[in-house]
């Protein structure tokens, strides 16, 4: 039995769910799914029903993209809230586990440890920027040099005034509920942004870090026992330890950016196993 990871599948039109279709069939296992499924509710709830048959358990955290409200010809789309709300009950009604959900123990392990696996869903609040640099005057700052994130024309935050509002309560929220966890266990941590500012590495976009989390979380790791570490967002798959814990990025990526002959299957992370 192991605990898989992914993110970052951007299931659309233009990858379809066939990818999805080969993946082998893990019925011992359980996935996390570490946000950025898909944008589009159809292919989100579909993703659901196709992998709900393949792993023991899935558990899912919410990226940036599945907030987007869809383009279309009125303004009836759930946005912000109630966006995020409507995902939630998506992923309930396939069994599917969610931040809104209780942490799940883990049943067992090699080394004998206990775990706690807590999906989050935690925003970002622009904190990833320059010192220098006024919130007022960060889009600008951006767009001296590349586009800005999309999320400034289809992430809304309603009721919220601003998404730092939103994730600076999301955050307290989740301090919380992880401090009641007993010290006994390891936890596994969960987020789609990454969770301490010193692992985006973005030369690409290098002034795309403001949209990639909080300053809030960058001791977490250590505040919260955690063993490992889960995120997306960056699409750079790569794996790093830090004061003994292990952080893994776990994108899949755009078309582009893996091959799909290989399917999809060479791409998850183990986790841990028992």
């Not at 123990?105 to 904190?127: K, Q, R, T």
Request: aromatic share 12%; with cysteine; hydrophobic share 35%.
């Amino acid at each position: 039995m192991r605990l898989l990871a992914i993110s970052d599948l951007h299931l659309s039109k233009l990858v379809s769910l066939d990818p999805l279709k080969k993946i082998d069939n893990h019925l011992d296992d359980w996935l996390i799914l570490a946000g950025d499924i898909a944008e589009n509710t159809e292919f989100f709830a579909a993703s659901f029903e196709i992998l709900a048959r393949k792993f023991a358990k899935l558990i899912w955290v919410p990226g940036n993209h599945e907030l987007w409200t869809e383009p279309g010809p009125s303004e009836t789309s759930p946005r912000g809230l109630r966006r995020y709300e409507c995902l939630v009950d998506i992923a309930r009604s396939h069994g599917v586990v969610t931040p809104e959900d209780e942490y799940l123990e883990w049943p067992g392990s090699e080394d004998n440890d206990n775990y706690v696996i807590a999906p989050l869903f935690l925003l970002y609040d622009y904190s990833l920027r320059p010192d220098d640099i006024a919130r007022k005057n960060l889009r600008k700052w951006v767009r001296e040099i590349h586009a800005e994130c999309t999320d400034e024309l289809r992430l809304h935050c309603e009721p919220y005034n601003s998404k730092e509002e939103w994730c600076w309560a999301r955050c307290a929220e989740a301090e919380k509920r992880l401090e009641s966890i007993p010290r006994q266990y390891k936890t596994i941590l969960i987020n789609h942004w990454p969770m301490r500012s010193d692992l985006i590495y973005l030369p690409r976009l290098p002034r795309f870090t403001p949209w990639c989390g909080t300053k809030l979380t960058d001791t977490w790791h250590k505040k919260y026992n955690a063993a490992v570490v889960v995120s997306g967002h960056l699409h750079t798959r790569r794996t790093d330890f830090i004061d003994g814990c292990r952080f893994e990025e776990v994108s899949l990526g755009y078309k582009r950016q893996w091959d799909m002959e290989k399917g999809i299957d060479f791409y998850f992370r183990e986790i841990i196993s028992n």
